[in-house]
């Protein structure tokens, strides 16, 4: 027995997206933490690999007559992108 995420695709569109507004709010601390203006979109921004969450482990069956037991697992998404953005320096 196994199961899966349902709507997986769109669990780690959702994680991407959090991704994405992760390294913004970074890059805009650094740049604050500078006294620097940040251009607020990135100029470059790349998707890393990362590992996609794997199905639900197989259940362990039991030889009675019983239902079967299920370990339950959590399931984590996780999204990793590589911004870069640009500062502007004013002198």
């Known amino acids: 027995m196994e199961?899966?995420?349902?709507?997986?695709?769109?669990?780690?569109?959702?994680?991407?997206?959090?991704?994405?507004?992760?390294a913004k709010e970074k890059a805009l601390a650094i740049a604050r933490a500078?006294?620097?203006p940040l251009y607020d979109t990135p100029i470059?921004?790349?998707?890393?690999?990362?590992i996609r969450p794997s199905p639900y482990g197989p259940a362990v069956?039991?030889?009675?007559?019983?239902?079967?037991?299920v370990q339950t697992q959590d399931v984590v998404i996780t999204a990793v992108v590589e911004?870069?953005?640009?500062y502007s320096f004013i002198s």
């Open 61 to 69: 069956l039991s030889v009675s007559s019983s239902a079967p037991p």
């Open 44 to 50: 470059e921004l790349k998707e890393q690999s990362s």
């Open 3 to 22: 199961f899966r995420l349902a709507n997986e695709q769109a669990h780690y569109q959702q994680a991407l997206a959090l991704a994405v507004k992760n």
């Open 83 to 86: 911004a870069v953005f640009a």
């Open 34 to 36: 500078l006294s620097l």
